[in-house]
């Protein structure tokens, strides 16, 4: 998977993983805590989401705890974070969890919520489908689109025989 395709979801500046994942998920199953995405500034957004789609975050997203927000994304779908900056543990998350996550300072500029955005993760290609602008970022390394593409690190070390 070294593209993705989706409809852009557009949140702002300094969105922590408080915001994210709220602390009374913290101990709920997967499903019940990905109902509880971004619910303190957006309650339900999480039955809108639509395979594919991807986060477009402003500067400084994910900031703050190491809570396991990537996992609950990729659970309601989405297939990618590209953010104008974002917190490098939570971009690392994002990656151990099977998720694309990269950095264009630009995105807030580049796209609008609805637009349909194309990401070329190996070559670094930001293309929104929708207005026709286009970016580069920098490409992901081949052992970061491996670990996506196996689903996370879990799932690589499972799959190579380091794990039941």
Not at 103 to 109: A, H, K, R, S, Y
């Amino acid at each position: 998977m070294s593209e993705v395709r989706g409809h852009a979801w557009v949140f702002g500046d300094q969105i922590d993983t408080d915001l994210m994942f709220p602390g009374a998920a913290l101990r709920l199953a997967v499903p019940e805590a990905s109902a509880l995405l971004f619910d303190a500034i957006r309650p339900g957004w999480s039955t809108l989401v639509e395979p594919g789609d991807i986060l477009v975050g402003g500067r400084s997203f994910g900031v703050g705890s190491a809570r396991p927000v990537a996992s609950l994304l990729r659970h309601i779908g989405i297939s990618a974070v590209v953010a104008a900056s974002m917190s490098s543990l939570f971009q690392r998350n994002c990656f151990n969890a099977g998720l694309a996550a990269v950095v264009l300072p630009d995105v807030g500029d580049l796209c609008q919520e609805g637009d349909v955005i194309a990401v070329d993760l190996a070559a670094g290609a930001f293309v929104n489908e929708t207005t026709g602008k286009v970016a580069p970022f920098s490409p992901l390394p081949q052992m970061v689109l491996d670990l996506i593409d196996s689903g996370g690190v879990l799932e690589m070390l499972r799959s190579d025989g380091y794990l039941p």
